[in-house]
């Protein structure tokens, strides 16, 4: 009898390793039936990146075991597209160097989920813009600091957690000797030559000058301007200009209360299928939500789904920040996995809304 039970607890524990997901690989937007879907058909692909990227970890080496990964990536990809008809499917693999521990993502979007997508309603035309040799200069200055500070990183010159910002966001800071002369050159850049920089922003079809001159401009703490223009950026078809200016937003809410703004575009952000849109625009969210009560009901109406959703991802830059933002505008101390319990609220709290 005792050999009966050791067999079936044996048998057990192996079906439920076989059916088991890698404990740091997420998939994003499909439902549950799908994910099983997926799991089941791409399981030995999805351990084996999964295992591939452990390994990996913040090596800048580009090796056989980049290249492998790359290769089952294309191939997880490959098979997710047999099993419906999508318009986004991709993975996002971070490394977070408190614990040198790495998370991937499977983001996927349904065709008939488009509005996932970020999409401005304001289409600009795009054309080279001609830099004049002022401006060109200035954007040497940040190119300069930017370098430099990399040298430093590489000398183990540069402790990422002793720098100050004396202005609405900064990349690295000011605090190093090699960079202190940069600061006042591109503070005084950034004022002088604001409106060719937005022009930049705005109409160049150079998406990494876009980049460069959102960063750039936000060495100034003139933040009025500056915060409408970086909200209407989140929805923008550039990844790179998507990031920065939700990276400058996250910035200036953190260091200035700011009440009345037009959060729809966060909320949209919230749930594109890319993790580093996700975990920026929920970082900028949660600073709404702390600091403006006024705006939870409307959370909680058009996102509190999309944050449980968040809250069941393994990823910790979107994991964590729904659960703040869910502590927040609950204030219920439901534990972070609880999921039920926290549907079971949203589920209410949607509901009081409708009836009120």
């Known amino acids: 009898m005792k050999k009966l039970v050791l067999l079936l607890s044996s048998l057990i524990f192996i079906l439920g390793n076989l059916n088991a997901t890698p404990n740091n690989f997420d998939i994003y937007g499909v439902g549950p039936e799908l994910q099983e879907q997926i799991f089941s058909k791409c399981k030995e692909e999805i351990s084996e990146y999964d295992h591939l990227s452990q390994q990996i970890k913040l090596s800048l080496k580009v090796d056989k075991r980049i290249i492998k990964r790359?290769?089952?990536?294309?191939?997880?990809?490959?098979?997710?597209?047999?099993?419906?008809?999508?318009?986004?499917?991709?993975?996002?693999?971070?490394t977070y160097p408190?614990?040198?521990?790495?998370?991937?993502?499977?983001?996927?979007?349904?065709?008939?989920?488009?509005?996932?997508?970020?999409?401005?309603?304001?289409?600009?035309?795009?054309?080279?813009?001609?830099?004049?040799?002022?401006?060109?200069?200035?954007?040497?200055?940040?190119?300069?600091?930017?370098?430099?500070?990399?040298?430093?990183?590489?000398?183990?010159?540069?402790?990422?957690?002793?720098?100050?910002?004396?202005?609405?966001?900064?990349?690295?800071?000011?605090?190093?000797?090699?960079?202190?002369?940069?600061?006042?050159?591109?503070?005084?850049?950034?004022?002088?030559?604001?409106?060719?920089?937005?022009?930049?922003?705005?109409?160049s079809n150079n998406d990494e000058e876009r980049g460069q001159a959102i960063f750039i401009l936000a060495n100034t703490d003139d933040y009025h301007e500056i915060t409408q223009l970086m909200i209407s950026l989140t929805?923008?078809?550039?990844?790179?200009?998507?990031?920065?200016?939700?990276?400058?937003?996250?910035?200036?809410?953190?260091?200035?209360?700011?009440?009345?703004?037009?959060?729809?575009?966060?909320?949209?952000?919230?749930?594109y299928p890319y993790v580093t849109d996700r975990n920026k625009a929920?970082?900028?969210?949660?600073?709404?939500?702390?600091?403006?009560?006024?705006?939870?009901?409307?959370?909680?109406?058009?996102?509190g789904n999309t944050l449980i959703n968040l809250l069941k991802l393994k990823q910790p830059n979107n994991h964590d920040y729904a659960f703040l933002i869910l502590k927040e505008i609950s204030h219920q101390n439901y534990s972070e996995h609880d999921f039920q319990r926290w549907q079971q609220w949203i589920d209410l709290e949607n509901n009081n809304l409708k009836n009120s």
């Not at 050159?185 to 409106?195: C, I, N, P, T, V």
């Not at 078809?237 to 809410?253: C, D, F, K, W």
Request: hydrophobic share 35%; proline share 3%; aromatic share 8%.
């Open 70 to 94: 790359h290769e089952i990536e294309t191939s997880i990809i490959k098979k997710v597209n047999t099993l419906g008809d999508f318009s986004v499917v991709g993975i996002s693999t971070i």
């Open 98 to 203: 408190q614990n040198q521990t790495t998370y991937s993502t499977l983001d996927i979007v349904q065709k008939n989920d488009a509005s996932r997508l970020p999409k401005s309603p304001i289409q600009h035309e795009k054309k080279t813009i001609k830099k004049s040799e002022a401006l060109k200069k200035l954007f040497q200055i940040w190119n300069n600091y930017i370098n430099r500070t990399i040298i430093l990183m590489n000398q183990n010159k540069f402790d990422m957690k002793v720098r100050s910002c004396p202005f609405i966001h900064c990349t690295w800071g000011f605090d190093k000797e090699e960079l202190k002369n940069d600061a006042p050159e591109l503070k005084a850049g950034s004022s002088k030559y604001k409106d060719q920089l937005i022009d930049i922003i705005k109409y």
């Open 235 to 271: 929805n923008d078809p550039s990844e790179l200009v998507r990031n920065n200016s939700m990276r400058v937003l996250g910035a200036i809410l953190s260091k200035y209360d700011i009440h009345g703004l037009d959060i729809h575009n966060i909320l949209l952000a919230l749930n």
């Open 282 to 303: 929920a970082y900028v969210l949660w600073d709404m939500v702390r600091k403006d009560k006024s705006i939870h009901r409307l959370v909680i109406k058009e996102s």
